[in-house]
């Protein structure tokens, strides 16, 4: 059983900054871990992919996100953040975490965190 945590949501101005954190638990090995990443829906909108990294470390990031926001994974920890600066009104969304595992490809999502980006 994969269970996925998130923390790092929450209220902030424009221009500032958020981290975001996901850690995995449960039987999970390392190198069965074919990406772990980051999406968000906003309201009225569908879930849009904002940024993943691979099992080898391989970045790819939305649009949206380039130049903005960092994903990075601590593998002892088996948890992936996500660095957002430079926040703007309209990244405002729930944002939840992804874990791609195994040779079934199977998804695991965590339970998502509130961004809100206003003055």
């Known amino acids: 059983q994969v269970q996925l945590v998130e923390s790092g949501g929450g209220l902030v101005q424009p221009g500032g900054s958020l981290r975001l954190s996901c850690a995995a638990s449960?039987?999970?090995?390392?190198?069965?871990?074919?990406?772990m990443g980051w999406y968000r829906q906003a309201p009225g909108k569908q879930r849009e992919l904002v940024a993943f990294?691979?099992?080898?470390?391989?970045?790819n990031y939305a649009d949206s996100a380039k130049g903005r926001f960092t994903i990075s994974r601590d593998n002892a920890k088996n948890t992936v953040y996500l660095q957002m600066n430079s926040l703007k009104p309209e990244d405002t969304a729930v944002y939840y975490c992804n874990l791609n595992y195994g040779h079934g490809w199977d998804d695991y999502w965590g339970q998502g965190t509130q961004v809100t980006v206003s003055s």
């Open positions: 449960g039987s999970i090995f390392r190198t069965s871990v074919n990406a």
């Open positions: 990294i691979t099992g080898s470390g391989t970045t």
